[in-house]
């Protein structure tokens, strides 16, 4: 096997010499890291099981190894697909339906004179649901802005309620664990850090500015989780004003246009060697953008809550929303006073005197 590797051998005792990589009847199969040898390496391998989403990098989007497999024949009637595959990403959520025989797949020589088609080819298709990954939400959005001090937090227990037991209350107990408790750690449920939302992730959108023609906003995304770090994340999010963005700083940006006459939904990702990792709880926990979107006079408004996204979601999963009666107002939204005909009979009188 090169570009991966079996989790487990298994039993291999029954073979005297040439010992098979994995003898298992269902291996588990990993990435390799990136820094492999080079021996052990395949095209398009070795990225450590982190795959980017096919629009923030096609090139990092797909990861392919080989395997040999003993005992399966030399033709088509003898080599089957195999029954069953299960993906993990980090975590369940994913389901695979079965392998469907394709036409062969060609390759071609370094130089490109020969091509080469394979006995046979086959694929399957992984569907990923988030209800089958977490029975709870994954993350959460609060809210802010300029014209109003409240800031509306993420709702309580969005993500599940606070326990002591599956929380950490601040950085230095986690500070405290020794190297191996750590090891001992692994593997387990990731140590969130203790909050009201009880969320891993929070993603805060605040209307910063408004301008003449132009309106500003700032998202911050914020890392809960101790011991885990998010790498090639991504944050889509739908907002009507999106089909006029005039300028994305610190992030990567890209259209989601599911339909040609709606363009609503974008998806922002890090930038490469800058911020592509959102860091562990604590101070750089945490990734920051700026954006300035155009007004379209038709539609811009601040009242009764369009200036905040319609849906969220980071890394695929769709983060809790407050209530809408929850979101910051306008001053004089709450408070104004309808004024009454009696009111408006003594003004009158006034202005003729």
């Known amino acids: 096997m090169v570009g991966a590797e079996a989790s487990e051998q298994g039993d291999c005792s029954k073979f005297k010499g040439n010992i098979p990589h994995s003898c298992k009847k269902s291996p588990a199969i990993v990435d390799l890291l990136p820094r492999a040898p080079l021996n052990e390496q395949f095209s398009d391998c070795c990225k450590g099981g982190v795959l980017a989403s096919l629009g923030q990098d096609p090139l990092a989007a797909a990861s392919a190894f080989q395997l040999s497999v003993g005992l399966s024949g030399t033709s088509n009637r003898t080599v089957k697909p195999p029954n069953y595959f299960y993906l993990l990403g980090p975590g369940p959520g994913y389901t695979c339906g079965a392998a469907t025989i394709v036409p062969p797949s060609v390759s071609y020589s370094p130089d490109g004179r020969r091509r080469t088609q394979a006995m046979m080819s086959w ?14 939400p994954t993350c959460c959005v609060s809210l802010s802005s300029f014209y109003n001090p409240k800031i509306t937090p993420c709702p309580s227990c969005a993500c599940g309620c606070q326990d002591p037991n599956n929380c950490a209350a601040n950085d230095f107990k986690i500070s405290n664990v020794v190297e191996s408790d750590i090891a001992a750690w692994k593997g387990n449920a990731p140590i969130v850090q203790c909050t009201e939302h009880m969320c891993p992730i929070r993603v805060h959108w605040h209307v910063k500015a408004n301008y003449k023609e132009h309106w500003r906003v700032k998202i911050t995304i914020t890392n809960f989780k101790y011991l885990m770090n998010f790498t090639l994340w991504t944050l889509v999010v739908q907002h009507p004003n999106l089909n006029n963005i005039t300028k994305v700083y610190r992030f990567g940006y890209k259209p989601l246009n599911q339909y040609q006459s709606t363009n609503d939904t974008g998806m922002f990702y890090g930038i490469k060697y800058y911020n592509e990792q959102l860091m ?20 811009f408004t601040l009242n009764q809550g369009w200036a905040f996204p319609l849906k969220v979601y980071f890394n695929g999963d769709e983060c809790m929303m407050p209530l809408p009666e929850s979101y910051p107002s306008l001053p004089n939204s709450a408070s104004s006073i309808p004024i009454l005909p009696f009111t408006l009979a003594i003004l009158f009188l006034v202005l003729m005197l």
Do not use: F, H, R, W
Request: charge should be negative; proline fraction near 3%.
């Open 280 to 299: 562990e709880a604590g101070p750089n926990g945490n990734v920051q953008t700026e954006m300035i979107l155009k007004k379209d006079e038709t539609t």
């Open 123 to 136: 694929t399957l298709t992984c569907t990923y649901s988030q209800l089958l990954a977490s029975k709870n």
